[in-house]
């Protein structure tokens, strides 16, 4: 099993929809998680960080669920500059290592 | 505010070339620092980070190599490029501290031929 899994996609979803991702991970001493966006053929860049039950920035939701060990990104009213990958990302162990999953491919369309 | 630069941006190598690929970050002091690998189809592999100058840890043997001679400079290395080192390579760095977040330099995309 992944550590970290994603459905990779892509979700092809009209302007204005609402679409959300789910993503699992395998470490239950897993401390701290992350969402991820990265455009094609660009570096990641930090979305959003999850340190507790879940967090709102704007038109982005993203919740944990510690016991069922998914987090789960919702992008409300989604914008043609919204198609991206987004990665789901977990810090396992507090430390250095951030595991990655490989993303959920994004496409609005018009 | 932090930037982070690496640099070359594409890099064209044939098989047993050397290599040797910069990451250098301005605005912060004693970062802690990463090297990754993303190779088609798949997630961000953790390659080397360190911690601090000439500290560095390897997370997969492999024929790369890491170093780090200067506080906000860190250097990834080969002697003899296989054709399997093909990827895109990121350097991320995270301040020193409590945060988990890294943050991402704009990659170098290698292609071993």
């Known amino acids: 099993r992944k550590e970290v899994e994603q459905d990779p996609g892509p979700f092809n979803v009209p302007e204005g929809a609402t679409v959300a991702f789910n993503c699992t991970y395998s470490n239950s001493a897993s401390q701290s998680f992350f969402w991820y966006r990265q455009d094609c053929r660009k570096e990641p860049k930090l979305l959003m960080s999850v340190y507790s039950s879940g967090n709102e920035d704007g038109r982005f939701t993203a919740q944990l669920n510690r016991a069922s060990q998914y987090i789960s990104l919702l992008i409300r009213d989604s914008k043609l500059s919204d198609s991206a990958t987004y990665l789901c990302?977990?810090?396992?162990?507090?430390?250095?290592?951030?595991?990655f999953g490989t993303g959920t491919q994004l496409k609005v369309e018009l | 505010s932090q930037t982070i630069h690496q640099w070359p941006a594409t890099l064209v190598q044939p098989v047993g070339s050397p290599l040797s690929l910069e990451c250098t970050v301005e605005?912060?002091?004693?970062?802690?620092l990463y090297w990754y690998r993303q190779a088609a189809g798949r997630g961000l592999q953790l390659l080397f980070y360190s911690i601090g100058i000439d500290q560095i840890s390897s997370e997969v043997p492999q024929n790369l190599s890491a170093s780090r001679p200067q506080d906000r400079q860190f250097i990834l290395s080969s002697k003899k490029l296989l054709l399997s080192d093909s990827g895109f390579y990121l350097c991320a760095w995270r301040p020193s501290g409590s945060l988990d977040e890294q943050f991402f330099g704009p990659g170098t995309r290698l292609t071993v031929l």
């Open positions: 990302v977990v810090n396992e162990g507090g430390g250095n290592k951030l595991t």
């Open positions: 605005g912060t002091s004693n970062p802690n």
